[in-house]
């Protein structure tokens, strides 16, 4: 398989698992939306907010860095080995605190604006990955705040991670707020 097939695989991975979630929420009523877990915890339109963000975030900052794509390293096992250990610890039980550089997640967007959102960040990603220069694929494009940098199949791959990382979040949440009634 290509370099750019491969990226296209991973993003048709990430965006499946979008369109399995949004099967799920659409069946939910409005109001538990925006019903925090608890006491400052966040609410499903929170987290959806935040992973809106994270994927906007992600997007500009790689279209920034294609403007001096000629400089930026090939990338290297370390980065490899970085994405690794960053898929365990998503996939662990270990909570993390979100990067300084991502804004507070509203509490007042709802659902059907951050669905449009997601379609359309979706749309601007797959355009990015379509139209990357081949020969520049191996690039290291997108740096992560702890992990450091990655190639752009690195970085859907994370996407993926960081959005399956917050199903987890997002389903502790509707059992809560299900169960409060």
Same mark, same amino acid.
């Given at each position: 398989m290509d370099a750019r097939n491969e990226v296209l695989e991973a993003f048709d991975s990430l965006e499946f698992r979008r369109t399995q979630l949004e099967v799920r929420l659409n069946k939910m009523d409005d109001h538990l939306f925006f019903i925090p877990q608890g006491d400052g915890k966040w609410s499903i339109n929170q987290v959806l907010a935040h992973l809106s963000n994270s994927e906007f975030g992600t997007l500009r900052y790689i279209q920034k860095k294609m403007l001096g794509i000629d400089s930026l390293k090939e990338t290297s096992f370390g980065a490899q080995l970085r994405a690794k250990l960053l898929k365990l610890?998503?996939?662990?039980?270990?909570?993390?605190?979100?990067?300084?550089?991502?804004?507070?997640?509203?509490?007042?967007?709802?659902?059907?604006?951050?669905?449009?959102?997601?379609?359309?960040?979706?749309?601007? =990603?797959?355009?990015? &990955? %379509?139209t990357f220069p081949e020969e520049h694929l191996e690039k290291l494009i997108f740096r992560h705040p702890f992990a450091g940098r990655f190639s752009l199949y690195q970085t859907i791959v994370f996407l993926e991670d960081h959005y399956?990382?917050?199903?987890?979040? =997002?389903?502790?949440? &509707? %059992?809560?707020v299900e169960n409060r009634g």
């Open positions: 610890l998503l996939d662990s039980q270990i909570r993390f605190r979100m990067p300084k550089q991502l804004p507070e997640p509203s509490k007042e967007i709802g659902y059907d604006e951050l669905k449009n959102q997601f379609a359309k960040n979706r749309m601007a =990603i797959k355009e990015l &990955i %379509e399956n990382h917050h199903i987890k979040q =997002i389903d502790r949440i &509707i %059992e809560v």
